[in-house]
């Protein structure tokens, strides 16, 4: 998730925190608890405007007054803090743009950006780099089925095939079954393999078609795990499709994750 993501995210947290505590203090009683000790035993007294200096002793049988003085007290420092961290969050929001050091880059005049090293390098330039990188997939069988995108790269699947062409049609540009080595596993070679627009790092896509086959299935599990254990984890680097004889190919989920991981 980018940062201005994560910021909204933990602005809307705050203002759910805000709300329940503004609401709970609404039926607060008033005053506040002061504890005492007295012989080893903790003692409750309600303090107010305009009563005893020490406050009103409260007996056990109103501990739940005390429970609702001592909430009070909470809820006030809780809605202090998210107050002055959603005016901080605010204020940051207001201008704050995921890609502003690379803009800056970019909307410089085209000759002289041609002088300039940039701290970072933009994104569309990392992918153009990135999908030019050579790579040897696996070699298909002389026996196969011939089965292409509509751009004319051939897959394996029908189920391939939809998914590249729903790819190639919202502009996503990927590595078809680029080697990755799985340590102790060895070598697996993603379905698709991503560039992602928000952290600059590989995305894999792995379509298991056949999970109704129990030695497929077995395998893709193993598979699977040994993603995990290279630190490639489902829902953040590693997006799973899965498909079986009769339950095809989601193509609505897909691009679900599209959406959420990629564009």
């Known amino acids: 998730m980018e940062l201005k993501e994560r910021l909204d995210k933990e602005k809307q947290r705050l203002i759910r925190v805000k709300e329940e505590c503004e609401q709970k203090?609404?039926?607060?009683?008033?005053?506040?608890?002061?504890?005492?000790?007295?012989?080893?035993?903790?003692?409750?007294?309600?303090?107010?405007?305009?009563?005893?200096?020490?406050?009103?002793?409260?007996?056990?049988?109103?501990?739940?007054?005390?429970?609702?003085?001592?909430?009070?007290?909470?809820?006030?420092k809780v809605l202090n803090i998210v107050s002055k961290r959603l005016n901080q969050l605010e204020s940051i929001l207001k201008d704050y743009k995921n890609n502003e050091i690379e803009l800056i880059y970019l909307k410089e005049q085209p000759d002289r950006r041609k002088l300039?090293?940039?701290?970072?390098?933009?994104?569309?330039?990392?992918?153009?780099?990135?999908?030019?990188?050579?790579?040897?997939?696996?070699?298909?069988?002389?026996?196969?089925?011939?089965?292409?995108?509509?751009?004319?790269?051939?897959?394996?699947?029908?189920?391939?095939?939809i998914m590249a062409d729903y790819f190639d049609s919202v502009g996503l540009k990927y590595k078809y079954e680029c080697p990755l080595e799985l340590k102790p596993y060895g070598i697996v070679y993603p379905d698709f393999t991503f560039l992602s627009p928000k952290t600059g790092k590989e995305i894999y896509w792995e379509h298991e078609g056949m999970m109704d086959n129990p030695e497929y299935a077995r395998t893709a599990v193993m598979k699977i795990k040994s993603y995990e254990s290279n630190g490639i984890f489902p829902g953040e680097n590693l997006i799973l499709t899965f498909e079986t004889a009769t339950s095809v190919i989601d193509m609505e989920l897909v691009k679900v994750f599209a959406e959420k991981h990629l564009l």
């Open 116 to 161: 300039i090293e940039p701290v970072e390098i933009p994104y569309q330039q990392q992918l153009e780099e990135w999908v030019k990188e050579p790579y040897a997939g696996i070699p298909f069988r002389s026996d196969a089925t011939v089965i292409t995108t509509n751009n004319g790269m051939r897959v394996r699947s029908k189920s391939e095939k």
């Open 25 to 76: 203090l609404v039926d607060a009683p008033g005053g506040f608890l002061r504890l005492s000790k007295s012989g080893g035993y903790v003692q409750y007294y309600h303090c107010k405007k305009g009563g005893r200096r020490n406050g009103e002793y409260i007996p056990k049988e109103k501990i739940e007054f005390a429970k609702q003085l001592a909430q009070k007290t909470y809820n006030k």
